[in-house]
């Protein structure tokens, strides 16, 4: 009983830590795993047992062929002749989302839906379409295409991985398909004629800025500053008028979802996107300095950007 406790609390603890961003995810679960190993609660050899699941090395296999692709150019090759350049919403959620699917059964997720992102924007732009109608079906559509094959997601080679470590016969490449293809099929019929009904037709945070002079500035969390330990939205930088928290950096890392919860630190590296009126009110601020080393243009979008 104790140790049923003690194991719920470390699960909870790590949940808490993963939600505040007070540190990254790797530490937080290593340290989990760490905590577990030294209590007795977990053997060593369990505990570290995931490091040489195949289905890890396959990812990481499939990641350098990914990554090949994307640096020949082989992605955009096929973005140009397998989608072209919708000309509206329905045109683009019809050409776009099977591609997505029956790509994302062959390649992994991320840079499947990260190709057709330019691309949608474009089109956003072009023909004044709200970015979340599109990229929000895409995404899902990627999802339902890992659902097809064993490589389609990466939790398919894991738990391929588990099944062969018990003794028993592992997936074939495409024996997921008579699940994942009907599933995907009702998937994409859903996202064709229901989905557009209930995506919520608002603009998003940064193109609430984009008929305005746009500036982004840096801003540093000074040290013992009030700010440290209390969250974005205790701070009161969570709505500030004509400003947009677009990302934080710590210790090097990039935090570009920052949520209400995330908690600051010291040293911490605010990036703010707003008018030029909003952006000098950040001086007011006490605790908030400018950085010396400002890496960003002060107008104008930054095309070398990338989330």
Do not use: W
Request: charged share 15%; hydrophobic share 50%; aromatic share 6%.
């Amino acid at each position: 009983m104790v140790s049923l406790f003690f194991v719920a609390s470390v699960l909870l603890l790590t949940l808490l830590f993963l939600v505040t961003n007070i540190l990254s995810p790797e530490k937080v679960l290593l340290l989990a795993c760490g905590i577990l190993i030294v209590a007795g609660v977990l053997p060593a050899n369990l505990a570290l047992s995931g490091f040489s699941n195949i289905g890890i090395f396959t990812i990481a296999a499939l990641y350098v062929v990914v990554g090949a692709l994307r640096e020949s150019g082989a992605t955009q090759l096929l973005r140009r002749y397998l989608v072209g350049q919708p000309k509206s919403q329905a045109h683009a959620i019809n050409r776009i989302l099977p591609v997505t699917t029956v790509l994302s059964a062959i390649v992994n997720n991320t840079p499947v839906v990260a190709m057709f992102t330019t691309l949608v924007q474009g089109v956003s732009k072009r023909y004044s379409i709200r970015l979340s109608s599109i990229l929000i079906p895409i995404s899902y559509a990627s999802i339902l295409g890992g659902l097809c094959t064993l490589i389609g997601t990466s939790t398919n080679l894991v738990v391929d991985g588990l099944v062969k470590a018990q003794g028993l016969p592992g997936f074939t490449l495409f024996e997921l398909a008579y699940l994942g293809i009907p599933i995907a099929i009702v998937g994409l019929l859903y996202l064709k004629f229901i989905a557009p009904h209930l995506l919520p037709n608002r603009e998003s945070a940064i193109e609430q800025f984009e008929h305005v002079r746009e500036y982004m500035v840096e801003m540093v969390i000074q040290a013992n500053s009030e700010l440290v330990k209390r969250s974005i939205q205790d701070a009161g930088l969570r709505n500030l008028p004509g400003l947009y928290l677009v990302e934080i950096e710590r210790e090097g890392q990039i935090l570009s979802a920052v949520r209400p919860r995330t908690v600051l630190d010291e040293g911490d590296r605010l990036v703010f996107a707003g008018s030029p009126e909003s952006v000098l009110e950040l001086r007011n601020i006490h605790g908030l300095v400018l950085a010396d080393d400002q890496r960003f243009k002060l107008e104008g979008n930054r095309s070398d950007r990338r989330l």
